[in-house]
């Protein structure tokens, strides 16, 4: 007897969904797409509809002929791709590959679920249905979006700026974001201004701490310590009287189940982990993990949804699991529903477990500890969402006092004292910043009756400073483009992703920060392509491939619509587009080998200063940038793939002793790797205007492993480097300096340079300071969870005090011949 054919995409989907299935099924997987736009041409036939021209992925032609001899003797082939556009067109693809024309021939049937569990897959397969065609076309015209813009704006990039440079349709309008965000934060000005608190006594403790609020009956504002001086002054021997007291019961309600926006954010927050890694964490979680004899096991949901509704039996298994392991008075009376966003894909459900009654208390030592994180948080989640309401007793003070100036002034003090824990007896969502109700439940007020006098204690003013817009991190950022509609929760990993290793932007303690060559791009393509890459029209566009999904607009007239605006910008920007290859930016510096003035200008690696008497006089003088070499790129979309030339899986960045190369997704299967071109990987060594003291060579500035470092060009004829100094001399010998080092393995440490005369080694930054308890001639810099502290390096002293550091001012450096 015939078995049916069942495809899905990861090989551990089909050994979880096979054990499903049982043996009247063969289940095989397709790897992802089996077939893409080709990598180095257009392939979009504008002049006739924009019909693309896809191909068989390098490396999956063997697979496909294994899919088609296995279809061959078929009862029925099922595709199983997940649940959302791609999935869709992957089935598609393989429909197109293994249909077969003859009366014999067996039928093709989609099946979609959200989770992989027995019930899930027998209900799919029970009712099997046909490819969605206009899921399929919403995201072919995703990819056909996403290739014109990367192919038809990446060659004026080139011209205008440097080769392989690439822009992406959603990629740009992020770091749009990041690079408005930024010069917000740089042109934002300071304002002063003053609060003043009063503490005052109650007949019982504790000290009142109550805010100034209001002068005469209205909000004021205190600009500056003058009058705040002046407010100090006219409520000196002033009485302090409690004008109301009003507690009123405050509620907060449970939040919603996980969509895949709210766990990156949540994910990020709570457990650091990057949008990628959070993703592939899902990924693994929905998939199917080995949980011993239960074997492998779905343990959520599909993770791509913006969807926060759940099924009817999850809410049943919820609910009962509340009422056991919490008690009644947890449980609400009927479910609670979330209102999903107005676009929301409601076929889908929320990321939840897959079985709530699964504690994840169960699951320690199964998963890996990251998996076990992601899970916990995903259960704490959904079942905090079905729980009652947390409450809470939250009291206001008003306490008023009379001025020397005839005004009336009031102070308020509101605290707010949990009463029924509710869903917080699970989970509490984290925060990006404090708010009002963290402070409220950080003020402990005294128990006082309205027109009761209080006794001063003390006055006091309090300088503040507004504070710029912080810089994005993971999280924020995808709120931002999530609030404004700007691409789909699925693509927000590939677009953080992207925008790092294109180096447009960089992390600087975990918050985004663009760097010049990403502020340039930025600039240049809003010079032509402001309404393309424009957050509302970007949003606009999503909008229209819902509605294409939907099957309410035909993909190609939206196509239509985008090509007649984009190439209207196009024109314009070949004829207008700045040059900054020829751009000159005039300096106040004067050239201290011919007197000429000096310019900025823009090179291989960004801006520099140079002589205006070039070529004759060769002068120049180095920025402080961090930019990346990128010569020599291929022409592709800035979230172009690249696949294994073996197997077809998708090829992934990583880092090794040697630098970044692609490895494939599918290891350990597939251990196919591919080095990056050193133009793409290898930064240029940059010329310097020192001389090296032992051969008379110039100095450059070099890229190593462990960063940049300054050394002899005639390398390795002459070994030169130049070390840097901390400012401190060496404590054991007195003669020699201490200098930063690193260890074969890559570890910063701290040694003399007259090395190995001396021995002296330290791993802790050296300080100029005598330890005060035991003599000892320096102090090491040590970071703790509470800030930096100076301590003592003798482990029988246990002294240490809180240091503030300051900037440093630009490193000494000593001379050190080296070979």
């Known amino acids: 007897m015939s078995k049916s054919l069942v495809i899905v995409e990861s090989p551990t989907k089909a050994k979880t969904i096979g054990k499903y299935l049982g043996k009247e099924y063969t289940v095989k997987a397709s790897l992802g ?103 399929v076309q919403a995201q072919q015209a995703r990819r056909v979006l996403d290739r014109l813009v990367g192919y038809k704006i990446s060659p004026l990039l080139w011209d205008k700026v440097r080769r392989g440079l690439s822009a992406g349709r959603v990629q740009t309008v992020a770091l749009r974001l990041i690079v408005e965000r930024e010069r917000e934060i740089r042109a934002f000005q300071k304002e002063e201004y003053w609060t003043i608190d009063v503490h005052l006594n109650a007949r019982k403790p504790p000290v009142l701490n109550a805010r100034l609020a209001k002068k005469d009956g209205a909000g004021f504002e205190i600009p500056d310590q003058a009058a705040a001086d002046a407010i100090v002054a006219t409520l000196a021997e002033a009485n302090y009287t409690v004008d109301s007291v009003v507690t009123k019961e405050k509620r907060r309600n449970s939040v919603p189940p996980f969509i895949t926006s709210t766990l990156q954010q949540e994910a990020a927050r709570k457990l650091r982990f990057s949008v990628k ?10 998939e199917g993990v080995e949980l011993g004899s239960e074997g492998l096991t779905g343990l959520i949901t599909y993770m791509r949804t913006d969807s926060t509704r759940v ?46 009654m699964r504690a994840p208390e169960e699951l320690q ?75 409220e439940l950080k003020h402990r007020l005294p128990l006082v009756e309205a027109g009761e006098t209080l006794r001063f204690r003390s006055i006091e003013p309090e300088q503040h400073f507004t504070e710029p817009p912080p810089r994005f991190n993971e999280a924020t950022l995808v709120k931002e483009l999530e609030s404004d509609g700007v691409g789909r929760p699925s693509t927000y990993a590939s677009i953080l992703s992207t925008i790092q290793e294109r180096e447009y932007v960089k992390k600087e303690g975990g918050k985004f920060v663009p760097t010049e060559l990403g502020m340039v791009v930025t600039d240049l393509l809003l010079e032509s392509f402001n309404d393309i890459f424009d957050v509302r029209y970007t949003a606009r566009m999503e909008e229209e491939l819902d509605e294409i999904g939907d099957g309410k607009i035909d993909w190609r007239t939206a196509m239509t619509e985008f090509y007649a605006k984009f190439q209207k910008d196009l024109e314009y920007a070949e004829r207008n587009m700045t040059d900054i290859k020829r751009m000159e930016k005039p300096t106040d510096l004067v050239c201290d080998k011919c007197g000429k003035p000096m310019v900025i200008k823009w090179g291989r690696h960004g801006s520099f200063i140079a002589c205006t008497g070039y070529p ?149 930054k050296p300080l100029p300071e005598a330890c005060p308890q035991c003599n000892n001639p320096y102090l090491i810099e040590k970071w703790l969870k509470a800030g930096p502290v100076a301590q003592c390096p003798n482990n029988e002293c246990k002294f240490k005090r809180p240091i503030e550091v300051q900037p440093e001012p630009a490193a000494a450096t000593t001379q050190v011949a080296q070979g």
Not at 59 to 69: A, F, M, Q, V
Not at 98 to 125: D, H, M, S, W
Not at 340 to 345: H, I, L, M, W
Not at 373 to 400: C, G, H, N
């Open 33 to 135: 797409h089996i077939k893409d736009l080709p990598k180095n041409d257009l392939a979009v036939a504008v002049d006739r509809d924009f019909e693309p021209n896809y191909v068989v992925i390098e490396g999956k032609k063997k697979l496909i002929s294994e899919l088609k001899s296995a279809a061959k003797g078929a009862e029925a082939i099922y595709l199983a791709a997940d649940p959302d556009r791609e999935g869709e067109a992957i089935c598609m693809h393989l429909k197109e590959e293994l249909e077969g024309k003859g009366k014999n021939a067996p039928a093709v049937y989609r099946v979609r679920f959200n989770e992989i569990t027995q019930a899930a897959i027998r209900k799919a397969f029970e009712t099997p249905i046909q490819v969605d065609e206009h899921l």
């Open 616 to 764: 004759e006089c060769t002068s120049t003088r180095e920025l402080t940038v961090d930019l990346p070499d990128v010569d020599g790129a291929d022409l592709t979309e800035q979230d172009a793939e690249e696949y294994c030339e073996n197997c077809g899986r998708t090829m992934v960045l990583k880092k090794g002793r040697f630098g970044t190369f692609y490895a494939c997704s599918g290891y350990p299967d597939c251990k196919t790797t591919k080095r990056i071109g050193a133009a793409e990987q290898k930064k240029a060594d940059v010329p310097l205007d020192e001389k090296c003291p032992n051969c008379g060579n110039h100095l450059v500035m070099k890229y190593g492993r462990f960063g940049e470092f300054t050394a002899c060009s005639n390398y390795p004829s002459c070994k030169f480097v130049k070390q840097k100094t901390i400012g401190v001399n060496c404590p054991t010998c007195k003669s020699g300096e201490v200098v930063e080092r690193r260890s074969k393995r890559g570890k910063t440490f701290y040694g003399c340079n007259r090395y190995p005369e001396c021995d002296f080694v330290a791993w802790g």
């Open 311 to 356: 099924s009817a039996d999850a809410l049943t298994e919820v609910r009962e699991m509340i009422g056991q392991r919490y008690g009644a008075q947890y449980l609400p009376e009927t479910p609670n529903f979330f209102k999903s966003k107005k676009d929301a894909q409601d076929a889908h459900e929320a990321i939840r477990p897959t079985a709530a």
């Open 365 to 439: 030592g199964l998963l890996a500890e990251d998996e076990w994180k992601l899970y916990r948080l995903i259960w704490m989640r959904f079942v905090a969402s079905q729980m009652m309401p947390a409450l809470f007793d939250q009291t206001t003070i008003e306490v008023s006092a009379a001025g020397k100036d005839a005004s009336r002034y009031l102070f308020r003090a509101t605290g707010s004292v949990p009463k029924f824990d509710g869903f917080l007896a699970v989970y509490e969502e984290g925060k990006d910043q404090k708010d009002e109700d963290d402070e």
């Open 277 to 286: 890694r959070t993703m592939m964490l899902a990924q693994r979680l929905y």
